[in-house]
């Protein structure tokens, strides 16, 4: 009788600790891939930067998006206001909304490898402001632009590129 009583409660022990396991890693799993946001939407309307006085800003290379991890449209524009400040203006975005999305300019080249942008070396402008509509970002000072081939919309998490965009020079 001693022994089914132990073999009963080892098979308790095995199934509460594969319980908790299977909670542990689907927890771990729901944090890192943040399933929900498949289905959300973040909306952004941002003006267009102007110069003081109404000037209109240089364009010094213009793009279109591409489609890599995730189907994304829009368009790129680099500009420079007259007192020397570069901003990247991102129109009519539509991407997917994903976990650590960034704008990234980058010296790669856009191809059909969406691994590619961190091989090379990138200026990080901060998070998304949103997987839609219209962005400003202004480079940081002294970011030297002569190199820089593409703008991708970076997912931190999974070293992805979600779209990306070839700047061409204006």
């Known amino acids: 009788m ?19 396991g299977l909670v542990a890693a689907l ?28 000037t209109a800003l240089t364009v010094l290379a213009t793009g279109e998006f591409v ?46 490898d969406w691994h590619n942008f961190d091989d090379g070396d990138h200026v990080d402008l901060g998070a998304l402001k949103g997987n839609e509509g219209n962005q400003n970002y202004e480079l940081p000072a002294g970011t030297e632009i002569s190199t820089l081939e593409s703008v991708s919309i970076w997912c931190a998490r999974f070293h992805v590129s979600f779209g990306a965009a070839t700047l061409s020079k204006a």
């Open 2 to 20: 001693a022994d089914k009583e132990n073999t009963v409660n080892h098979r308790r022990t095995a199934l509460s600790v594969l319980a908790v």
């Open 67 to 112: 489609s890599h991890e995730h189907a994304t449209t829009g368009t790129v524009q680099l500009q420079r206001t007259p007192e020397g400040t570069l901003v990247l203006r991102i129109s009519d975005l539509r991407t997917s909304d994903g976990p650590a999305l960034r704008v990234w300019l980058t010296d790669q080249p856009v191809t059909d």
């Open 27 to 54: 927890a771990i799993g729901l944090y890192l891939f943040q399933p929900w946001r498949l289905f959300t939407t973040t909306t952004v309307d941002e003006a267009p930067v102007t110069a003081m006085g109404g």
